[in-house]
DNA sequence: TAGTTGATCGTCT
DNA sequence: GACGATCAACTAA
């Protein structure tokens, strides 16, 4: 079925702020355990690595953020907080440190080994199951072993699925950056805006 | 329902 | 040695 075609890399070549928007309702098709789980892509946020005091490239290349710099079409898989991880996908050309922030998304199939690995039953809210970057994470059992993989091939895919219509896109600033100044304002933040999957609502700036 | 806080550790200063 | 691109449990009203 073509909702499963992974996307091909010039789609990925492309700056984080115009590939994100295009994200919206694509697949995301995870094998693990014997399992097939697939998800649809509800809200992402841009970072635009050097050029972008909020992104974890801005300062330059390190050990946890060399994926970012590998071509687009790769992931980006950090640990925060802690406990938590959160899955980048990575976009532009290698050595431009440009990716994707995957926010939240809904189950397309596999919801019950989904709300298994979050710890919930079966049937649980949308944006309980997968409605935040950590939450996605542990949804789909994505981890540091993913960081640095590739996203058109192997056991974590992201494939044309049912792209977002443009007027049903809204924008807004991201989330948990304030420590960047006037770029924790930038309208980077995208969303299937009457999705119920999102981590929170879109403040104010709507439109396509 | 809104607001606050504790959990927990890898990474960079 | 400080601090997160977070989440869930708890409090107050």
């Known amino acids: 079925m073509s909702r499963f075609r992974p996307l091909p890399r010039v789609f990925f070549a492309r700056p984080a702020d115009v590939v994100a ?75 431009v440190p440009h990716a994707v922030l995957l926010r939240a998304a809904e189950a397309v199939e596999g919801e019950a080994a989904m709300a298994a690995r979050r710890g919930l039953a079966a049937g649980v809210a949308p944006r309980a199951l997968a409605g935040g970057p950590a939450r996605l994470c542990e949804a789909l059992g994505v981890d540091r072993r993913l960081d640095g993989a590739s996203l058109r091939a192997g056991e974590l895919r992201l494939t044309a699925g049912e792209p977002a219509a443009r007027a049903a896109i809204a924008r807004g600033a991201r989330v948990g950056v304030g420590y960047a100044g006037a770029a924790a304002r930038w309208p980077l933040r995208f969303a299937i805006g009457d999705s119920s999957a999102l981590s929170r609502p879109l403040s104010a700036s709507r439109s396509a």
Do not use: K
């Open 21 to 95: 928007p295009e994200l919206l309702g694509r697949f995301l098709v995870r094998e693990v355990g014997g399992e097939r789980l697939v998800a649809r892509i509800v809200e992402v946020e841009a970072y635009l690595g050097g050029d972008d005091p909020a992104s974890h490239a801005y300062r330059g290349r390190t050990a946890r953020n060399a994926a970012m710099f590998l071509a687009g079409g790769h992931a980006y898989v950090y640990f925060v907080y802690g406990m938590h991880f959160c899955l980048n996908v990575v976009c532009g050309a290698a050595g």
